[in-house]
């Protein structure tokens, strides 16, 4: 583990042999054993990332978001986790976590998953092993095992 620029809470769970580039922030999140995070990449409380994962540059991996084993994840993937995202509360006062954590979804990216460069991933979705996401994809649907998704909205182009 190298030591630049980083931000890393004390709540992060770290495996063995993990390479962190400049410009992180991690918190509350766990990363497997073997796995690269590349700069400017920051993973929110309650992320499990699993062992050989890559997750390239300038990515977002919001809570609720579990990643197996084997993943690659490019440049600049964005997930999200509110179907219906709001700054305010009906009486009009600034949400808070509390509000906010009422509607969060979870995402899953199975083993071996390739996600592509500026991808952005939906809340609620799986992501099936081994399945291909295509850069700038948008996906807002569960992605079947094997299957090759591109476009916006991603699509599936082929299945394995």
Not at 19 to 44: H, P, R, T
Not at 84 to 99: I, S
Not at 101 to 115: E, F, L
Request: aromatic share 4%.
């Amino acid at each position: 583990m190298n030591e630049k620029s980083q931000y890393i809470s004390d709540d992060v769970e770290m495996g063995t042999d993990v390479y962190l580039g400049v410009c992180i922030n991690l918190y509350g999140c766990s990363i497997g054993d073997e796995s690269k995070i590349g700069a400017f990449v920051e993973i929110q409380r309650g992320v499990t990332i699993g062992a050989r994962c890559k997750i390239s540059s300038h990515s977002f991996i919001c809570s609720g978001v579990t990643i197996e084993d084997n993943v690659f994840i490019g440049h600049g993937v964005m997930f999200t986790n509110d179907m219906h995202p709001r700054a305010t509360t009906p009486e009009g006062l600034l949400e808070t976590a509390e509000d906010w954590a009422s509607r969060m979804q979870t995402t899953v990216v199975r083993k071996g998953a390739v996600i592509g460069s500026n991808a952005t991933i939906g809340c609620g979705l799986t992501i099936g092993a081994g399945a291909t996401i295509g850069m700038g994809a948008v996906v807002t649907k569960d992605v079947p095992p094997g299957a090759t998704v591109v476009g916006n909205p991603a699509c599936i182009l082929e299945k394995r």
